[in-house]
């Protein structure tokens, strides 16, 4: 019996979260069913089944990490032949036995903000490029997350901020992060934006001691972009990934009429 570790791809916006629930439709719940159809394991549960993270309702990832030990010869696109198209591996590699995906060096969230949602030049993008530099060094982080949380520190390596035509991208990448943590970061920082908060209201949100409430911006605009390991790199399956990509295009066509409809139906009624 071997360990393998494999790369996971998701569209999260149709599921209630990545783990499993009783009822509800869930990435983790595919991945099982996929496991012991496949016949990778007939019990993942008991293959020392674990993974990288448990991303929130709506939160898509294109470099999630789930791990299982195996006596089957791997093969990923029989895997992802039970899987849906918006539920892909693209990628996998061996592991030790004591490999645990929650230990990783690193991880990458990546957020996109449609700037349609903000009124025109409403951001103050340098100061929130100033806000992002005092986010990042280790940091008490309980003010981001829930208020019973043990270990609220957290280390965040870099977080940085780019403009497009359409929308602000906000990288995050740290050790690790707590519950709703990259989504209270990107909304205090919008609100630095906007300048509803001040440099020195960040300061005060880092201290333990006086207690803040944040709610996070929206969980569709996140992506788990990568979870990194030391001395581990993942083989890519590119059959895998060209079917996701496709699957990813046909999902843009079909919300982008949507958008296109509603659009023309506002316009429409602006005009009454």
């Given at each position: 019996?071997?360990?393998?570790?494999?790369?996971?791809a998701?569209?999260?916006t149709?599921?209630?979260?990545?783990?499993?629930?009783?009822n509800?439709?869930?990435?983790?719940?595919?991945?099982?069913r996929?496991f012991?159809k496949?016949?990778i394991?007939?019990n993942p549960?008991?293959?020392?089944?674990?993974i990288?993270?448990?991303?929130?309702?709506?939160?898509?990832?294109i470099g999630n990490v789930v791990?299982?030990?195996?006596?089957?010869?791997?093969?990923?696109n029989?895997i992802?032949?039970?899987?849906?198209?918006?539920?892909?591996?693209?990628?996998?590699t061996?592991?030790s036995n004591g490999?645990?995906?929650r230990?990783?060096?690193?991880?990458?969230?990546?957020y996109i903000?449609?700037?349609?949602?903000?009124?025109?030049?409403?951001?103050?993008?340098?100061?929130?490029?100033?806000a992002?530099?005092?986010?990042e060094g280790?940091?008490?982080?309980?003010?981001?997350?829930?208020?019973s949380?043990?270990?609220?520190e957290?280390?965040?390596?870099?977080?940085?901020?780019?403009?497009?035509s359409?929308n602000?991208?906000?990288?995050?990448?740290g050790?690790?992060f707590l519950?709703n943590?990259?989504?209270?970061?990107?909304?205090?920082?919008?609100m630095v934006?906007r300048?509803?908060?001040?440099?020195?209201?960040?300061?005060?949100?880092?201290n333990?001691?006086i207690?803040?409430?944040i709610?996070?911006?929206?969980?569709?605009?996140?992506?788990?972009?990568d979870?990194?390991?030391?001395?581990?790199?993942?083989?890519c399956?590119g059959?895998a990934?060209?079917?996701?990509m496709?699957?990813l295009?046909?999902?843009?066509?079909?919300?982008?009429?949507i958008?296109?409809?509603?659009?023309?139906?506002?316009?429409?009624?602006n005009g009454f």
């Amino acid at each position: 019996m071997f360990k393998i570790a494999f790369k996971v791809a998701y569209i999260g916006t149709g599921y209630h979260g990545f783990q499993r629930q009783p009822n509800l439709p869930t990435v983790e719940g595919e991945l099982l069913r996929a496991f012991k159809k496949s016949g990778i394991s007939e019990n993942p549960e008991n293959s020392d089944y674990s993974i990288a993270g448990r991303t929130d309702r709506g939160v898509s990832a294109i470099g999630n990490v789930v791990s299982l030990k195996t006596n089957s010869d791997i093969t990923i696109n029989q895997i992802n032949y039970y899987l849906p198209s918006n539920i892909r591996i693209i990628g996998f590699t061996r592991v030790s036995n004591g490999f645990k995906p929650r230990y990783a060096k690193k991880r990458h969230y990546r957020y996109i903000l449609d700037k349609g949602l903000c009124p025109e030049n409403s951001l103050n993008l340098k100061l929130m490029k100033q806000a992002a530099k005092k986010m990042e060094g280790k940091h008490n982080y309980i003010n981001f997350s829930k208020r019973s949380e043990r270990n609220p520190e957290r280390m965040v390596y870099s977080v940085n901020i780019a403009e497009t035509s359409d929308n602000v991208v906000f990288d995050v990448i740290g050790e690790s992060f707590l519950w709703n943590m990259v989504r209270k970061m990107v909304k205090v920082l919008v609100m630095v934006g906007r300048e509803e908060l001040t440099l020195n209201d960040l300061e005060t949100l880092f201290n333990p001691y006086i207690p803040a409430s944040i709610k996070p911006v929206p969980s569709e605009g996140l992506i788990l972009m990568d979870v990194i390991y030391e001395g581990i790199e993942f083989t890519c399956e590119g059959y895998a990934v060209n079917n996701f990509m496709k699957t990813l295009k046909q999902e843009y066509a079909r919300k982008k009429t949507i958008l296109d409809v509603e659009k023309e139906m506002i316009n429409v009624l602006n005009g009454f």
